[in-house]
């Protein structure tokens, strides 16, 4: 009901949510999902503390990522999420926020292991994407062919240049770490790993301004988790500190539907494509709380041919 009627998930979504939306049973948005998201152990997806084998109070199936290591391992963890469903691979490729034994600085799989998933994901028609903050984690996975790079905070000039090389998309989430810092604590994030944020939040908006000025092909993301879902549309309001309106709209729209390879079906208003369809009240490219704010200004919603919020007029449940 804030207006997406399709998002991609980075890790934890499946089949199982996806179809429930599909089928009606949950209202919501168009669910293109990843599965597990594959770590390397001691990774970004391995949420065991130094002292632990197991993660405490859980069956280590149901976190959000798949531990492998070594080639035949990764290319087992890809198949098997290719055989779920998957509609693409996440790579964790760095140190992350919430991981407990590594490091924002770390590097993770080597570039053997990037480049096999890679061709898994390839062979299935699907790509890469890659949870990533530092200038080499982002260079190694471009080079490896990895299609979407998530945060990147810790980007440089020679990240640009990479990107722009290989068309390689930039998926940057400003609105995580500014709840983060607000509500991380509080939201259930240990406070010994709540001090991470400070070491990516401050760069995120001048990794972001490098790149809208080199021409990176950007995407709108937020990596919200639990009820800090409720600040997704926040990522409009900071990241037009250094973009304008239509370049924001852009990018949740058909520069996305560009890397979902679904150019002409999303993200598009045309004859042919999905009728997924908002009407606001205002105009946005002058005044962007009219996507901030869809109790006020956003009136009709429409997914798949299909109202999902009338505000204006009596017609049919069915676009024509």
């Given at each position: 009901?804030?207006?997406?009627?399709?998002?991609?998930?980075?890790?934890?979504?499946?089949?199982?949510?996806?179809?429930?939306?599909?089928?009606?049973?949950?209202?919501?948005?168009?669910?293109?999902?990843?599965?597990?998201?594959?770590?390397?152990?001691?990774?970004?997806?391995?949420?065991?503390?130094?002292?632990?084998?197991?993660?405490?109070?859980?069956?280590?199936?149901?976190?959000?990522?798949?531990?492998?290591?070594?080639?035949?391992?990764?290319?087992?963890?890809?198949?098997?999420?290719?055989?779920?469903?998957?509609?693409?691979?996440?790579?964790?490729?760095?140190?992350?926020?919430?991981?407990?034994?590594?490091?924002?600085?770390?590097?993770?799989?080597?570039?053997?292991?990037?480049?096999?998933?890679?061709?898994?994901?390839?062979?299935?028609?699907?790509?890469?994407?890659?949870?990533?903050?530092?200038?080499?984690?982002?260079?190694?996975?471009?080079?490896?062919?990895?299609?979407?790079?998530?945060?990147?905070?810790?980007?440089?000039?020679?990240?640009?240049?990479?990107?722009?090389?290989?068309?390689?998309?930039?998926?940057?989430?400003?609105?995580?770490?500014?709840?983060?810092?607000?509500?991380?604590?509080?939201?259930?994030?240990?406070?010994?790993?709540?001090?991470?944020?400070?070491?990516?939040?401050?760069?995120?908006?001048?990794?972001?301004?490098?790149?809208?000025?080199?021409?990176?092909?950007?995407?709108?993301?937020?990596?919200?988790?639990?009820?800090?879902?409720?600040?997704?549309?926040?990522?409009?309001?900071?990241?037009?500190?250094?973009?304008?309106?239509?370049?924001?709209?852009?990018?949740?729209?058909?520069?996305?539907?560009?890397?979902?390879?679904?150019?002409?079906?999303?993200?598009?208003?045309?004859?042919?494509?999905?009728?997924?369809?908002?009407?606001?009240?205002?105009?946005?490219?002058?005044n962007l709380q009219c996507l901030q704010?869809?109790?006020?200004?956003?009136?009709?919603?429409?997914?798949?041919?299909?109202?999902?919020?009338?505000?204006?007029?009596?017609?049919?449940?069915?676009?024509?």
């Amino acid at each position: 009901m804030r207006g997406f009627t399709t998002v991609r998930d980075g890790g934890g979504a499946d089949y199982g949510l996806a179809w429930a939306v599909q089928e009606g049973f949950i209202k919501g948005p168009r669910l293109l999902f990843c599965g597990h998201a594959l770590s390397q152990t001691a990774g970004h997806g391995d949420m065991r503390g130094r002292g632990e084998e197991v993660v405490t109070g859980l069956n280590y199936s149901l976190t959000l990522g798949h531990i492998c290591d070594g080639v035949p391992e990764v290319r087992r963890a890809c198949r098997e999420e290719i055989r779920k469903g998957a509609h693409h691979i996440k790579l964790m490729l760095s140190g992350g926020i919430a991981s407990p034994t590594d490091r924002i600085t770390n590097t993770q799989f080597s570039e053997e292991e990037i480049r096999a998933a890679v061709e898994e994901a390839e062979m299935a028609g699907l790509y890469c994407m890659g949870h990533s903050y530092t200038a080499r984690a982002v260079n190694r996975a471009i080079i490896c062919g990895v299609r979407s790079l998530e945060h990147c905070n810790l980007i440089d000039e020679s990240n640009v240049e990479l990107f722009v090389k290989y068309g390689a998309f930039m998926v940057p989430t400003l609105a995580t770490y500014d709840a983060l810092a607000r509500e991380g604590v509080e939201a259930g994030l240990p406070k010994q790993l709540s001090e991470k944020i400070h070491e990516v939040a401050d760069q995120g908006i001048k990794a972001l301004d490098l790149a809208h000025r080199g021409g990176v092909k950007l995407v709108y993301g937020t990596d919200l988790l639990g009820k800090m879902h409720r600040n997704q549309l926040n990522e409009f309001k900071l990241r037009s500190q250094v973009q304008a309106p239509i370049d924001i709209i852009r990018s949740a729209t058909c520069a996305a539907a560009e890397l979902f390879n679904e150019v002409g079906k999303t993200g598009i208003v045309a004859a042919g494509a999905r009728a997924d369809l908002l009407v606001v009240d205002g105009d946005p490219l002058t005044n962007l709380q009219c996507l901030q704010d869809p109790e006020r200004y956003l009136k009709v919603i429409v997914k798949d041919g299909v109202f999902h919020k009338n505000t204006l007029m009596a017609v049919d449940e069915r676009v024509r």
